[in-house]
């Protein structure tokens, strides 16, 4: 049958008609062999670098978490609170100050105003920094105190910030501060492909917190789109907090663990963390931290007196 296909190639579809072409169909025999099944997939995967790129992304995808159903508890009763503790792994605490910041012009004015009366430390995660009078603004105010002797470490995502001008970043580093990037693409990422997966976990935390004591969060860009009331076109309307209290110190701790993970780096200490109610005896609840060996050898050196140890295993 001239110019269609035989019985025969209906009948055997791994054997191609006379005058037909298969390029991508590989033998069945072939296909049974584990060593060659495995190159010649491989070799005609690699063609396709689109469909690679999609199968790296697809597996780097964070997986979330379906709830199915939720406990019949009200706010109000005892066992509210401990039920989001265990759920959310973060502690409740009272006594804090907290101030709603609306808008850009509700927020970058007192963030800047602390900023510039920090005596020891400053502490500063941003997911997005751009170029512009307010990146501008922010990056002299950091570079003012480093120079004059206030530690300031700065953390920018990079993906996020990867389009931050480098005469801004070369005005805080040369003044003194530490500018780090988080989970840059680096060289063993391109020798290893599996390695990026992990480029599609970002830090989106927004975290500036002054002397270990006052803290800002919320949802601002450092960019002139963040500028404004609010209600002006191509600015964004967002609201944010200033916060004084203990829950200070798990802004900073959230800001220590991404800063320990790019530098290596520990940080600690009474410019960083502030207890006003420091006790006689330290203790320290152990759980799953990203380096338990780094938490424990700290622990163990700087308490008090003694330690009592948890462990929920």
């Given at each position: ?33 584990p060593r060659v099944s495995v190159n010649y997939f491989y070799r005609h995967l690699m063609r ?84 512009g009078s307010q990146a501008r603004e922010f990056a002299q105010a950091f570079a003012e105190r ?89 600015h964004w309307r967002d609201t944010n907090t200033r916060i004084e209290g203990p829950v200070v ?65």
């Amino acid at each position: 049958m001239k110019g269609g296909l035989s019985a025969e190639s209906l009948v055997r579809p791994d054997r191609p008609s006379k005058g037909s072409k298969r390029p991508c169909q590989a033998p069945r025999a072939l296909l049974h062999s584990p060593r060659v099944s495995v190159n010649y997939f491989y070799r005609h995967l690699m063609r396709r670098p689109n469909w690679l790129l999609a199968i790296l992304l697809f597996f780097g995808c964070a997986k979330v978490i379906s709830v199915e159903r939720i406990p019949e508890i009200a706010l109000g009763e005892p066992t509210f609170f401990p039920t989001i503790e265990a759920h959310t792994g973060a502690t409740i605490a009272g006594g804090n100050r907290v101030e709603i910041l609306l808008n850009g012009d509700g927020t970058f004015p007192v963030m800047l105003r602390d900023i510039k009366a920090a005596k020891s430390t400053i502490t500063f995660a941003q997911y997005l920094y751009e170029g512009g009078s307010q990146a501008r603004e922010f990056a002299q105010a950091f570079a003012e105190r480093c120079r004059a002797g206030v530690k300031t470490n700065i953390l920018l995502d990079s993906h996020g910030s990867g389009n931050v001008p480098a005469e801004i970043i070369a005005l805080m580093r040369d003044a003194g501060c530490e500018v780090e990037y988080f989970r840059r693409v680096e060289a063993p990422a391109i020798i290893f492909p599996w390695k990026l997966l992990r480029y599609n976990y970002r830090s989106h935390r927004r975290i500036l917190v002054i002397d270990g004591r006052v803290g800002f969060t919320g949802g601002y860009g450092i960019s002139d789109a963040w500028t404004g009331d609010g209600r002006t076109p191509e600015h964004w309307r967002d609201t944010n907090t200033r916060i004084e209290g203990p829950v200070v110190k798990f802004l900073q701790a959230a800001f220590a663990e991404s800063w320990l993970e790019t530098t290596g780096v520990a940080l600690g200490g009474e410019g960083y963390f502030h207890d006003s109610n420091r006790s006689e005896k330290c203790q320290h609840k152990s759980s799953a931290a990203p380096q338990p060996a780094a938490v424990f050898r700290t622990t163990c050196s700087s308490c008090c007196r003694s330690i009592q140890r948890k462990n929920q295993f």
